[in-house]
């Protein structure tokens, strides 16, 4: 089955930092954007971050200055760097191709107070 995997979640105290990895078949890794995306308890699945095939950013609002989305096309992986964690970053976090859209099953990412 064609879709992402993600890896890297876990628990870490606020203020910490966590990276995220997502590996995904070269077949579509090398011919589309990434993106991450996260859902927390309750809530509706928001955009995180996203990079191009060329290495152009962007990001959500609430996560600029804190993290930082890149990816490494020998490895078809796109990580996400997570600095200065808060517990409104608790979330499920997803790894997405676009504009074909193939999406991860998630990893969990806890942030304690």
């Known amino acids: 089955q064609v879709q992402p995997v993600e890896s890297g979640g876990g628990w870490v105290q606020a203020g910490g930092s966590l990276r995220l990895s997502c590996a995904a078949p070269r077949s579509i890794f090398s011919i589309n954007a990434m993106g991450w995306y996260r859902q927390a308890p309750g809530k509706q699945r928001e955009f995180v971050a996203r990079i191009t095939i060329g290495g152009n950013t962007n990001y959500a609002d609430s996560v600029k200055g804190r993290f930082t989305i890149s990816r490494d096309n020998a490895k078809n992986t796109v990580y996400l760097q997570m600095n200065s964690l808060k517990p409104e970053d608790t979330a499920v976090y997803y790894c997405?191709?676009?504009?074909?859209?193939?999406w991860g099953k998630g990893t969990l990412v806890t942030v304690s107070s």
């Open positions: 997405k191709t676009d504009p074909r859209e193939y």
